[in-house]
């Protein structure tokens, strides 16, 4: 019978020593022989075993599960099997998401405006074509909106990304600062609603104090705004337009 030593093992199947001593210890991989000297030796059987495990160890498989699987009583062939299969739904997933990764890279290569599937992905139920719709119906005629639609046409999907992040920083602004018990005239609220003024500004259209102090009144009076940010803490609806009015009073002139 050909028998190995821990570091002949080693070097046939690129383990390292202290790797073959922990399956030892734990029970996952034992050798099976011992020399006359008292060497502890590995048996063919033994290197069968162990590529199962550096097979299923590849498959990010955690070694408890390992040990129940070789504990089955399935032959080597059965494990192949078992394994090729894993290999080949893995194969499946990384070729899916090469794919995904390819069609992602193309478009921001080519810095395409993003789709109204990926507004949808990114904004979930604050996407709405219905909004989309009414705000033209509604400020269609204005300089706002055709700044906006001139700036929004040309916005990649990463753009959006790094907006939204925006917007989410600044409502847990006006969140953290309600909850603190500060008042919308305070320091705090009145940073928030000129980080979400500026924010606007950058990125939509021009927007003055007075224009805000007119927005800020929407987000209560119109149920859907209100809503949102009523999601995000009771009560946050009136103290975004408190803030925002007590904000655009300290920049109104003498």
């Not at 029970?27 to 550096?54: F, H, I, K």
């Not at 955690?62 to 699987?69: F, K, N, S, V, W």
């Not at 989410?168 to 603190?180: E, G, I, T």
Request: proline share 2%.
């Amino acid at each position: 019978m050909t028998t190995f030593t821990v570091g002949q093992v080693a070097e046939l199947l690129g383990v390292t020593v202290r790797t073959l001593h922990h399956y030892d210890e734990i029970g996952l991989l034992c050798p099976s022989e011992r020399s006359a000297a008292g060497y502890r030796l590995y048996t063919e059987g033994d290197l069968t075993r162990l590529q199962q495990v550096v097979v299923y160890r590849r498959l990010e498989m955690p070694l408890d599960e390992i040990a129940a699987l070789l504990g089955d009583g399935a032959d080597a062939a059965a494990h192949l099997r078992r394994q090729r299969t894993a290999v080949m739904t893995r194969l499946g997933e990384l070729n899916e998401l090469v794919t995904a990764i390819d069609r992602a890279l193309e478009r921001e290569m080519s810095e395409k405006p993003a789709t109204r599937e990926q507004m949808r992905e990114l904004f979930g139920d604050g996407f709405k074509d219905e909004y989309q719709h009414e705000a033209k119906q509604r400020w269609g005629d204005t300089e706002a909106w055709k700044q906006s639609q001139a700036r929004t046409n040309r916005y990649t999907k990463a753009d959006w990304e790094q907006i939204k992040a925006q917007q989410d920083a600044v409502n847990a602004q006006f969140v953290a600062a309600l909850r603190s018990g500060e008042p919308a005239t305070g320091e705090a609220a009145m940073a928030a609603a000129e980080r979400a003024r500026q924010q606007i500004h950058d990125h939509f259209y021009d927007l003055d104090h007075d224009f805000h102090r007119k927005l800020g009144d929407m987000y209560v009076a119109d149920p859907r705004f209100a809503k949102t940010y009523d999601d995000l803490e009771a009560g946050l609806a009136q103290y975004v337009r408190d803030a925002i009015h007590a904000n655009a009073d300290r920049h109104a002139g003498p």
